[in-house]
Nanobody, 124 residues
C-alpha cells in the first residue's frame, strides 16, 4: 500500500504560479509511475501530467503543456507540479496518483493509489 498526500494548493490570481507537492509513504520501495489529475465541480476527473519512475518520461495534457512541469524526487518520495501562467479554467481539485508500474499513464483507471486532493483556485 502507498499513501499519498498533496499540498500546496491555494488561491492565486490569473497569471500567477503555484507549486503542488505529493508526498508518498508506505510501500515506497516499489517503483511507481505517478501522475496529476484534476477535477472541477460537476466534471469528470481529467489527466494533467504523468511521470515515469525514473523521471525520464513525462506527458502533459494539451491545455497545460508549456505552463506546467511535473517532476519527482525518489530519494525524498516526493512528486511536484509547478504551475505557471495559471488561468481561471485551471481551477479544480488536484489529485496525485501512483500506479504499480514504472511506465506513465494518462487515464485515471491506470492508477492504483490516490491522494485526497488539494484545491487550486485561480481568480480572474
Amino acid at each position: 500500500q502507498v499513501q499519498l498526500v498533496e499540498s500546496g494548493g491555494g488561491l492565486v490570481q490569473a497569471g500567477g504560479s503555484l507549486s503542488l507537492s505529493c508526498a508518498a509513504s508506505g510501500r515506497t520501495s516499489s517503483k511507481y509511475a505517478m501522475g496529476w489529475f484534476r477535477q472541477a465541480p460537476g466534471k469528470e476527473r481529467k489527466f494533467v501530467a504523468t511521470i515515469s519512475w525514473s523521471g525520464g518520461t513525462t506527458y502533459y495534457a494539451d491545455d497545460v503543456k508549456g505552463r506546467f512541469t511535473i517532476s519527482r524526487d525518489n530519494a525524498q518520495n516526493l512528486m511536484y507540479l509547478q504551475m505557471n501562467s495559471l488561468k481561471p479554467e485551471d481551477t479544480a481539485v488536484y489529485y496525485c496518483a501512483a500506479r504499480r508500474l514504472q511506465t506513465p499513464w494518462v487515464t485515471p483507471g491506470g492508477y492504483d493509489y490516490w491522494g485526497q486532493g488539494t484545491q487550486v483556485t485561480v481568480s480572474s
